[in-house]
């Protein structure tokens, strides 16, 4: 299968991937953001998107925001010493798949173009799955948010591929903090406002086809996120958390305050005897959510 990537590039590196950059990829390669998404809106060959931060026609995020409807391509930013923080901003919104120097060596290149073209196999794989398990709902009625069985099949698969390529895969475990009392206080149809409004605001913060939810329990849920270290699945759980707080519930025109509590825990390549089993890797996640939860309202990872 022949590997392309598509290059939205200024003319300090472009002339790079114009004569192939060092790897075994086919590169169309444009100095404009209308030109790459001219391109990627004709074909749907492209596997792994590179750009730049700065390119003459708009700015990198709405350049990405606009690929992102289009393709489900992996994307890789190269970047220029002084724009790690904004990097870093844009990786975290955008679902950027790496970072990589703009004056990177040519191994480092080919690895990272490697793993992206390989985790957007797995999105196609993924997508396909999901067509063909359509009939078989493995979803809850409620949320929409993936069950506990489908959890336990396919954690074990994103787990034996993270060990087996010494990837990063991280978990929450959420519990939304006074759900009882919510049903006790409010009724059950506002309790399931809350559910279904946990559920939408999850699905704000992950990536699609990379990152994925299962409803746990009554009031629990599990996120998964592959090639995410623990510190960005942090960055994640605050994200919600700060989103959780905006939900706009009512009961009779009452606001219903909404919060939640989180355990993060995760599988590094670097300590590949920790956490390599999904039964270890779930015990300490909810260790960690029983810890943020004796104050609630609480992200705490656990390494």
């Known amino acids: 299968m022949i590997k392309r990537a598509l290059v939205a590039a200024g003319p300090s590196v472009l002339p790079r991937f114009c004569k192939g950059g060092g790897t075994d990829f086919e590169f169309f390669c444009t100095e404009t953001a209308a030109d790459a998404l001219a391109a990627l809106g004709g074909s749907d060959l492209f596997s792994v998107l590179l750009s730049t931060m700065t390119l003459p026609d ?63 196999c797995l999105v196609v794989r993924e997508r396909q799955m999901r067509e063909k398990i359509k009939k078989l709902s493995p979803t809850d009625a409620l949320t929409g948010c993936y069950t506990p069985g489908y959890l336990r099949e396919r954690l074990t698969t994103e787990l034996h591929r993270s060990v087996r390529y010494s990837h990063y895969l991280s978990v929450i475990f959420c519990d939304i903090d006074r759900l009882k009392e919510i049903n006790d206080s409010h009724g059950y149809r506002t309790g399931d406002q809350v559910l279904t409004g946990f559920a939408q605001a999850a699905m704000q913060v992950i990536r699609e086809g990379v990152d994925w939810i299962t409803r746990w329990d009554e009031d629990a849920f599990i996120i998964v996120l592959p090639e995410t270290p623990i510190r960005g699945a942090g960055i994640v ?67």
């Open 58 to 120: 708009m700015t990198c995020g709405e350049y990405l925001d606009q690929a992102a409807k289009i393709s489900r391509a992996s994307r890789i930013l190269l970047v220029e010493e002084d724009e790690s923080a904004a990097a870093m901003e844009l990786a975290n919104r955008h679902g950027i798949f790496r970072l990589l120097p703009a004056a990177c060596d040519d191994e480092m290149l080919a690895t990272a173009l490697n793993d992206a073209a390989r985790q957007f």
């Open 237 to 303: 759980a605050e994200r919600l958390r700060g989103l959780l707080a905006g939900l706009d519930i009512r009961e009779h025109d009452r606001p219903v305050r909404v919060t939640a509590s989180f355990g993060v825990s995760g599988f590094a390549p670097e300590i590949p005897e920790r956490n390599s089993r999904v039964k270890e890797l779930l015990t300490i996640a909810g260790r960690c959510l029983s810890q943020a939860k004796a104050g609630g309202n609480r992200v705490l990872c656990c390494p």
